[in-house]
Structure formats: C-alpha cells, structure tokens
C-alpha cells in the first residue's frame, strides 16, 4: 500500500514563554490522502492552527517540538521527507513551502506587501518554484486570477492588495497561493472575516479548484457547520489534543465526544425555530494550567469522578475510521 500523501505522527509542540512551558499540540496523528480534504474544528486556542503551520515549519523561534513527532510528506517525485527533519532554510523546505504545499490565512492583507503588487507576488511565487519566464509566469498568473472569478485580471495583476475589496483580497490570496499547483493547500479560517454570502462563495471556489488541481486541502475553522460543507474528514481538537476524528458526516449526525456534541448544539439552524442555543458551559482553560487528565474534564457535564481527572482517555474505534477520546468509550 503506498503511503499516504502527508502523514502527521504523534506531534507534540510546545513553547516557551516568560510564564513558563506551554503545551500547544498534544501528540497529535493524522494522514491526509491525494485529493482529500480533512477539516481541523475547534475553539481558539485548540492548537488546530499551530499544528497545521508545522506542516510547512511556520513556528516561532521559542517552539519546542517533540523527540518522537514526525511530519512525512510524499514529494512529487515519490520520494518521502520528514519535514521536521529539514534544515530550517534548506533549499527542499524552501521547495515544499508555497511549491508542493501553500496556506491560506484568514486575513489575506498578512500574505501581501503593500510596497508590491499582486501580479509581482504572484510571478515571483511561480519563479521561485519554476523555471518559467517572466512573460510565462504573468500569463499563468492572470489566467489564475480570472479562473478565480476576478474581473478584469489583467487590471488587478497590476494593483496593490489594499485597493481590492475585502472577498477579492481573499480571492487573490487563493489564486497565489494556487500558482504554483500544490499538492497540499491549507487553509486556515480563510472565510471566518467575510459575510456569509461570500463565505458561500468562496468555499464553492475551494471545493471547484481542489477538483480540477487534483490537491488535497486541510481546511481550519472553529465553526462546524463550515466543515461540514467542505471536509469529507474532520478530526475535532481541544487544549492541543484530536479528541474526536471521522468521517464528518458520522461525527455530526452521531457525535460520540462531549466537546463535539457542545460544539453540534452550539450551531445555529433555521429549521430549529425558537430552539435555544446551547453554548459550552465554561472557559477554554489557560494553557499554563492544563487540567491533569482528560483535557475537557473541567467543562464536561458527563465527567466520570476519580477517573476523567486521573487518566487521560486513549483513542478508541467505536465505528469504522471514527475515533474517540473519552472515557464513556473505553
Ligand atoms: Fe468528559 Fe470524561 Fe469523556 Fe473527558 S473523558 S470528555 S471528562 S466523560
């Protein structure tokens, strides 16, 4: 069986700080196969963003990363890197980060300069990753730029980022991000600023551009119901650690972790007339006093005394590829 085309394994990611160690990412697994999506889900400060910069070694100098954790990548041409085993300004790395895979942010301005256009990002993007001329790398471009539906790409090649409007900023970041044809597109919160009408938009063009591109995507929001309609896969994180994983349909209609369900009745649905919100109940815990145990125990309604607090739940199947961390399973 060959293996998959990236495969996360038991990522462990903490940072130093003046108040002390702070764990981030918690023994962390998962694989991403060719042309798959995997959506990451939950609340700020899950470590869901943290995990997913590793995949292109996006951390700050104060991060520490676990002896045993590895990040395997199957390369265009076959062969199978660790990342974390590249040196830091390697030429590979520099190959694999924004060539075989690219990221998406939720604020595009953090991916432009705004002494550059958008067309000088996206040539020197393609140049860095491909020897093409300039005048080959500028009709790429604006090919991609109207294939993303902005009108008059040409125009728009020319401009700053500053002077488009917020949905076609987002539609820009795409497109460069998109110019070298990664394999592997991340995408992190890239709808959670826009109104929901765009958001519906945009996640159409992902869904389209994934077809067509062959990539597989890992796609991160906080909100379900985002997941939902993108990721055939979604794993669920808390406080650093995957507590729930599956297919997504069978985490939504049957979710089995306590955190998944309060995330499922925190979702708002018109078809649920004057039903109440349910948000969960409690404050993420900060991280410098991570709770011992099952990392949801101090906001859990269905805490098993003397045993959430003491152990932490081991992964069990409880229904094909569905994944659960919580004791009421074991
Ligand atoms: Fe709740 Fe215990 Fe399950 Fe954690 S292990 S989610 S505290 S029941």
Redesign the pocket.
Known sequence: MSPPLLEVRDLTIEFMTDEGRITAVDHVSFALERGQTLGIVGESGSGKSVATRAVIRLLTDNALVGERSAINLTRRDGRQVDILGLASGSSELRQIRGGEVSMIFQEPMASFSPLRTIGTHMVEALQLHERVSKAEATRRSIELLERVGIADAAGRFRQYSFELSGGMRQRAMIAMALVTRPSILIADEPTTALDVTIQAQILQLLRELQEEMGMAMIFISHDLGVIAQIARNVAVMYLGRV?EEGPTRDVIFEPR???TRGLIQAIPRLDAGQRRLTPIGGDIPSPLARPSG?P??TR?G???EG??EARV?DPREVAPSHVVS???HD
Do not use: D
Request: aromatic fraction near 12%; hydrophobic fraction near 25%.
């Open positions: 507590v972790h306590p955190y099952c949801f125990h859990c269905e805490r098993l045993r959430c739940p919580c004791h009421l």
